[in-house]
């Protein structure tokens, strides 16, 4: 993909867009949301492992955005209690 210079400047938007039609993924309306703005805020625990590379390569090549956020929703895995019982060894 030969982008110019004018490309680099139309932002995030144009960028996500280009790399999603040439890895043939669909553009995720919850990725876009807020980047008018200048804000890159969503969660990314639904994406798929397609889905990352070409948000992944826009962010690189993005020179707009002011604020980038990838949240996660999941909790961290509870750790396993200790095992206590008569056989034991102390």
Known sequence: MDLTKKDYRNGFQYLYGEFCSIHNCPILYRVN??????????????????????????LSMDRCLHFVAIRSKASPRPTTPAIKGKNCIR
């Open 33 to 58: 949301v807020h980047v008018h703005m200048g804000v890159l805020d969503f969660c990314g625990d639904g994406l798929k492992r397609s889905d990352w590379k070409p948000l992944l390569k826009a």
